[in-house]
């Protein structure tokens, strides 16, 4: 069929062999691609209650249909996992070019299951796929990896790799590519370290077919003129997410000093003005126009981003204002392959337990020292950094202070504090993945459009339900978050993978049937209480554009219940026998 | 003389423009047969564009010991008729290892020399450069080219 090669790639680690099986048509038919496709394959091959350290826990990497192809910003991969961290569904998304060329090698999905003895690399080159010894790599940083393999293996290859903190198993360690680019979240490194997989290297010769070519593009060319490459879409290119940093303080939203605070008092030596005067260029994922990639340089770093999470986590949450300290910290991450959102969550914790009195980690708010060295220690389990490899809950568990860890199901919260914007308390409590951002984004209208008040969660269970189901049937593509592709636009290119027409109904359909599948595995894997850190409901900021203003935990509980009835699932959020009829959800508990 | 160029400076590294060339040449998206190719340097960050110079350069046809690569309008064509990969010459094909900017290949479906041919004169390369703060490839024409029809 045009757009999927029909191919999914099976590489056992424990017995070094490999198989080639066709794509399940139906489950593409129904659940199209990326995380649907996740979602489906995880619940038919993740034996119910498996302890996601196993070895039998499979890794998916997932493309979508539009991979290979010169739709704007679909060379996204998924990264998929039942998380050794949350114990529930993962998928974590990353540019570069690793999914594409996938597609060139052949395959639409690849799993990888068992465990190897050694450290092993795979190779793989279209249909050769080669185990290798990976002692030699074994330590690397992600920098050093991708250059050896690029050596050893091919000079055009591909590589998706795990640093030191993969290694070690450290709970936020993340999956590397393209080396700037990271499946970030829910400890997808550390599902390859627990393998003995260092990296997948890749190579393809081939091509992805999607009918009529010529008609394509000039199809795909005019979509881009519409609706990409317009005045409004342009900031990505110009400024990237770092032009988030300003209205985030403005509103009082940014976490500061361990979502102590929303506002940062020198928020203008890391803001998007500050990160504008040492750019020097832009690179884009693979099969992107817009190039969002900001490449700074600064002292003797040079390198791509900080992003707005890592800006907002690991600068103003560690009370950090100084720009090369924070470029610093943030490459320190890319190489040992640790997601920063996590990474400042942790620290600050740690700086806050420091300020408390309660424990001595030698970390202090905006002491930049301590902070540098922070990330070697971390990943290695050296010193205080074995404390804080536990992770924010664990390290507040152990020092007796759990309402100070900013998690929600052991994923460490994003950029955003709910105090500001109310309606992110219900996107964290009800993201599939734990503490999330990425699933809907209340804050796009309480803060930056202002269409709805900040301060109320009236309207927004809907509004959160709405915006999941949208970013459900997008990461099927997989659309990337720049590209605000809206479902219309979204049916303009699904009718040349269907060659019929398609509806925005029946998108959102599949965004639905998606989302409620994710529910119902993770109910089937026991996911806890949606809830958020009470902190964040009970306890007003004292100064700020929202202070004074509290969500409460009751009106919370209200609307989390509200959440679930317009769902269709009953009280405890397990979804209903009627919804998943109508959705055409064809598995039960 | 018309001819394609990537300005490694603007270049985003998106390849785009191997994606559009392939598609438009082989009818599939393979990049592995496209005329033009960007190399990019995930790491440092460093790219470089290579692309046919057409008759400012003419290393393909004067390397072609068959004849096979003749001008029209100010571009380089492959004679498939003439071309046959130089399974004569014991060395393989001339073209290949002549090119400077390693643009000429063979094609492992026809097995005949294969290059950029400015896609009928709206070269898809060009065309998928469409970021406005980028345009990093472009057609190159001199004054003389403003009388030729590609």
Sequence with gaps: MDFYTGNVLRIDLSTGTTRVEPLNMEYARLYVGGKGLLVRYMWDEVTPGLDPHSPQNPLYLVTGPFAGTNVSTCSRLLVGVKSPVTGIFNDSYVGGSFSPEMKFAGYDMIVVTGKAAEPTVVTIKDDVVEFRPGKKYWGMLTSEVEAALREDFDAGARVLSIGPAGENKIPWACVSTDQFHKAGRGGTGVAMGEKNLKAIAICGTGGVSVGDARAFLADVRRIHTEYVLTDDNLWVNEEGTPILVQPMDDAGVIPTRNFSAGEFEEIENINSDAFQKIKTRNRACYQCALGCRQWHELGDVKSEGPEYETIALCGSNCGVGDIEALMKFNRECDELAMDTISAGNVLALAMDLTERGVHDFGVRFGDVDAYLDAPQLIAGRKGVGADMALGARGLGAKYGHPELAMEVKNLELPGYDPRGSFGMSLSYSTADRGGCHMRSYPIADEILSGDLPPDSLEGKAQYNIDGQNHSSVKYTGIWCDFWAIDKNQMSQLYRHVWKREVTEEELTQVGERIWNLARLFNVREGVEKDTVPTKLLDEAFESGPSAGKAITSPVFEEKQLEYYRLRGWDENGVPGEAKLAELGVDVRL | ?150
């Design chain 2, 1 to 150: 003389m018309p001819h394609v160029v990537i300005s490694k400076k603007k270049c985003t590294g998106c390849h785009m423009c191997e994606l559009a060339c392939s598609a438009w040449h082989e009818g599939v998206y393979q990049p592995s047969l496209a005329r033009i190719n960007v190399i990019v340097n995930p790491t440092t960050g460093v790219i470089k564009g290579q692309t046919c110079m057409q008759t400012t350069c003419r290393k393909c046809q004067d390397a072609c010991p068959h004849e096979a690569i003749f001008t029209k309008g100010g571009v380089l064509y492959v004679d498939e008729a003439k071309c046959n990969a130089c399974a004569d010459i014991a060395a393989g094909p001339q073209c290949v290892p002549a090119c400077p900017w390693d643009v000429m290949h063979i094609h492992p479906r026809s097995n005949k020399a294969f290059k950029c041919d400015l896609c009928d004169g709206d070269p898809q390369c060009v065309a998928f450069c469409q970021n406005p703060h980028v345009l990093a490839v472009t057609q190159k024409a001199d004054k003389a080219d403003e009388a030729v029809t590609v």
